[in-house]
Structures are given as C-alpha cells and as structure tokens.
C-alpha cells in the first residue's frame, strides 16, 4: 500500500472504542515503553467514559486537540496521532514554559504493516495542516533519544532538533528530544 491508499481524517466522538483498541494495540508494540507516558495495563484499566471523553475532546469539533487516523477502504485503522494546541504563557505537561502557540504532536502509532510507506509522513502532515491551521507558530514533539526509527521518521516529514531536552518521565538518566517545525 502506499500513502495515497489511505484516508487520514478526524475521530469521530462515536468511534471510542476504536479509538481504545488502537491506543491498547499502540501500548504492547515493542518500542511502546520509549513512545507513551502510559502502560498497556494502566490504559486497558480505565473505563468506557474516560476512552467517550477522550474521543469527544480530540474527535472532529474540537478546537484544542485532535487526533487523525489513517482509515484504510473496510473501515479499519492502520494508524494515529494527536495535535494537541499549546497556548503561549502557559506550561506544557512537563511544566516547561510554552513560548508561543504551538501544536505538540503526541500519540504517533502506525500498525506495523502498514510502516515503511510514508504513512508517518502522511499522518504528520495532516496534523500540522491542522495546527497550522489554529494559528500555531510552530508544531513540536518529544522522541525518545534512543528510538532512532522515529527520529528518521520525524526527519522525513521535516522536523529538526530544537536542541531542547526533557528528562524521560521513567528514567531521569535518560532524555526525550525536542524536535520542532517552524511555519
């Protein structure tokens, strides 16, 4: 398949249980411990209401957040990420000072079958389109520094590294890269 055989569009607040059994499936991929603030079991615990709220506060309407899914011909999805819009003078989730409206790109998942054929690019893409959109000055995301696959990835798409660094949240010894794209 190739990046055209896809359609990349807004969750749907309906979709929630999609949007859960993409996130679990995200969650035991292998590079999952160096790509989520969260654990499979930690996500799989919460209950019906949080995975509504969470498909409602980033599905079509939304003006703060919203996460794209790339939807294949049968209905299934190959893969998702969130755009989550950060107000300047406000602090990110990490409690580092937001310097001007930006989009922060979360979540990126892509079912192993369907890497390797610009769908990253694609999703990422789309999303910046949407933050861009918003008024953002730039869109940004965090990567492990250590998970190579998706530095190359973000790089493709045409990000570059800010040279700003966030402590990984379960080993303090370790960094998350600040990668950014200026409009």
């Not at 990349?8 to 292998?30: C, H, N, Q, Y």
């Not at 610009?118 to 250590?146: C, F, M, N, S």
Request: charged fraction near 30%; aromatic fraction near 8%.
């Amino acid at each position: 398949m190739t990046s055209q055989d896809y359609v990349v569009r807004a969750i749907r607040p309906a979709e929630w249980e999609k949007v859960r059994s993409l996130r679990l499936d995200a969650l035991r991929d292998p590079a999952a411990p160096l790509a989520f603030l969260e654990g499979y079991e930690e996500a799989a615990a919460k209950d019906d209401l949080f995975w509504q709220d969470r498909a409602t506060g980033s599905g079509e309407g939304s003006a703060t957040a919203r996460q794209l899914v790339a939807e294949l011909p049968d209905g299934s999805w190959a893969g998702s990420l969130t755009v989550l819009m950060e107000e300047a003078g406000t602090e990110d989730w990490a409690g580092l000072p937001v310097e001007c409206r930006q989009g922060h790109v979360v979540g990126v998942y892509v079912r192993p079958e369907h890497r390797g054929n610009g769908l990253i690019k694609t999703l990422v893409d789309a999303g910046v389109t949407w933050a861009w959109e918003r008024g953002a000055e730039r869109v940004r995301l965090l990567v492990h520094q250590d998970n190579e696959r998706a530095q190359g990835a973000y790089r493709k798409a045409g990000f570059v590294p800010s040279g700003a660094r966030v402590p990984f949240f379960r080993d303090t010894t370790q960094d998350e890269l600040e990668f950014v794209l200026d409009r």
